[in-house]
Nanobody, 117 residues
Framework: EVQLVESGGGLVQPGGSLRLSCAASGFTIGTYDMNWVRQAPGKERELVAKIRRTGSTSYIDSVKGRFTISRDNAKNAVYLQMNSLKPEDTAVYYC???????????WGQGTQVTVSA
């Protein structure tokens, strides 16, 4: 059974840092492109960062230079290091991927990140 479990969220002051983790089971993360997606209150979900099977990464413009996505194939986990956090980064953050042949998507339960003084 495919499972994604996020952790590491919390309340942090502006300018602070958090490291989110996504523990995966039931599949091998190195076989797929893995994403971090966030959803702020009243807004649609947006793709924040992607790490491809090749190891290349991409980011939404608003987090470039502040966030870093990485993976540990041995631990079957994906991470999102978030630095210089801003109030507009407040959202529920989800780990996500899809099977390329069927398009079926998988989501974790999400972890809340709140950036506030």
């Amino acid at each position: 059974e495919v499972q994604l479990v996020e952790s590491g969220g919390g309340l942090v002051q502006p300018g602070g840092s958090l490291r989110l983790s996504c523990a995966a089971s039931g599949f091998t993360i190195g076989t797929y492109d893995m994403n971090w997606v966030r959803q702020a209150p009243g807004k649609e979900r947006e793709l924040v960062a992607k790490i491809r099977r090749t190891g290349s990464t991409s980011y939404i413009d608003s987090v470039k230079g502040r966030f870093t996505i990485s993976r540990d194939n041995a631990k079957n986990a994906v991470y999102l290091q978030m630095n210089s956090l801003k109030p507009e980064d407040t959202a529920v953050y989800y780990c996500n991927f899809r099977f390329p042949w069927s398009g079926k998507e998988f989501w974790g339960q999400g972890t809340q990140v709140t950036v506030s003084a």
